[in-house]
């Protein structure tokens, strides 16, 4: 019996889940992920914050970030029902709390005025508060916070329960997931790409997705190679108590504090071009704490949970790698450096279109349904 091929994606975090799930909700029948450790836990999104704010991360150079993730945003309540369709309660919702951005001194206050001239003049919107202000809003603010940027339509999620839920609704849809199992090349034959190896063993498939996060430059046959980086980043774990509530992240220009429904209070996190070097290092855990501790003093007396790090895949230019190659058959999922929590409906969305148009174009299918949901 003819059997066709799957579609593969190489990388189970979320950028991978994501991708393999859309495929298979949008009707392609057999599709194959293979994860070189556990899917959804190995990673950066594990570690992220899980922070959706567009409108707190848009940068003086990155504009696209503030544009691309507020439709990514956007995307965020209908994928999240599709995906309590497909995986049940596991799956999250989304908190619309808002981003808080403080300042604590001269420079910082000078630092966030601009910031707030510049969101203002791009239509971002935003709203700037006094000290008093913030504390009103959160009673627990060191009194050193001297002026914030108070962005509402922010949200966050919770990051792990957002990737279970994703490989549940994978498995669910009936995806296949290879554990263990590192992709170590795109076989490329009369250039279109044909198959995954694994180990020796040669795995044959009518797309390949390369969804692999910060180890996307690793997997090789690919010309040129992606250039990609790790960008570690450190987080702190601590657990939320009734005396150290916050109700939204909240950023300094040296931390952020974003705490979860599930009883953590993320502190987080550096920024380090030290390569694939995973340990956890004292000095970066002092200071992400101590800045903590200059706005929010209730860190003190908090019990530490997890000390964490992962690498958030950056290229060059800081922009993401997404959608059709130039050789057939091969998609990208990468390259999201800051932003992958914020930009995965996006990403899965603009691939699981270009793949569903090339199978159709090939099988001069019409499609009258269009875009893909
Ligand atoms: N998006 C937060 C971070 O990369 O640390």
Redesign the pocket.
């Known amino acids: 019996m003819h059997r066709s091929k799957p579609h593969i994606v190489v990388g189970g975090g979320i950028m991978g889940l994501a991708v393999g799930w859309k495929l298979l909700r949008n009707g392609i029948e057999q599709v194959e992920i293979f994860e070189a450790g556990e899917a959804g836990r190995s990673g950066a999104a594990w570690v992220?914050?899980g922070?959706l704010c567009p409108r707190a991360?848009a940068g003086f150079e990155d504009m696209d970030v503030y544009e691309e993730g507020v439709e990514s945003l956007n995307l965020y309540p209908l994928l999240l029902n599709e995906l309590r369709e497909d995986a049940g309660d596991v799956a999250p919702a989304i908190d619309n709390c808002g981003t808080m951005m403080l300042a604590t001194n001269a420079d910082e206050v000078r630092e966030l005025h601009r910031q707030f001239e510049f969101r203002k003049r791009e239509g971002v919107p935003v709203e700037l508060i006094t000290g008093e202000e913030a504390r009103e809003r959160e009673p627990l603010l060191s009194a050193k916070v001297k002026s914030a940027m108070w962005l509402a339509k922010d949200a966050q999620i919770n990051n792990r329960k957002l990737v279970l839920a994703l490989r549940q609704a994978f498995r669910n849809r009936g995806g296949t997931l290879h554990e263990q199992e590192p992709v170590s090349e795109i076989v490329i034959r009369n250039g279109r790409a044909v198959a995954v190896l694994c180990g020796d063993v040669e795995h044959e498939a009518s797309s390949i997705t390369v969804a692999a996060g910060a180890w996307s430059s690793k997997v090789g046959g690919l010309w040129p190679n992606l250039s990609i980086r790790p960008v570690k980043?450190q987080?702190i774990g601590l657990r939320i108590q009734p005396f150290a509530k916050l109700k939204q992240p909240i950023r300094t220009p040296r931390v952020?504090i974003v705490p979860k429904d599930d009883g953590r209070l993320l502190v987080?996190?550096t920024?380090e071009e030290v390569g694939y070097d995973k340990r956890v290092t004292a000095g970066p855990v002092m200071e992400l704490l101590h800045y903590a501790w200059d706005v929010f003093p209730a860190v003190f007396e908090l019990e530490i949970e997890e000390l964490m790090a992962s690498f958030?895949p950056a290229t060059k230019d800081h922009r993401p790698i997404v959608g059709d190659s130039e050789t057939n058959g091969l998609y990208y999922a990468t390259g999201h450096?800051?932003?992958g929590?914020?930009m995965m409906p996006l990403a899965a969305k603009k691939v699981t279109e270009a793949i569903l148009k090339h199978r159709h174009t090939q099988t001069h299918f019409v499609s009258t349904a269009g875009a893909v949901l």
């Open positions: 992220a914050g922070m991360e980043g987080v952020y987080g996190a920024s958030r450096y800051r932003h929590i914020l």
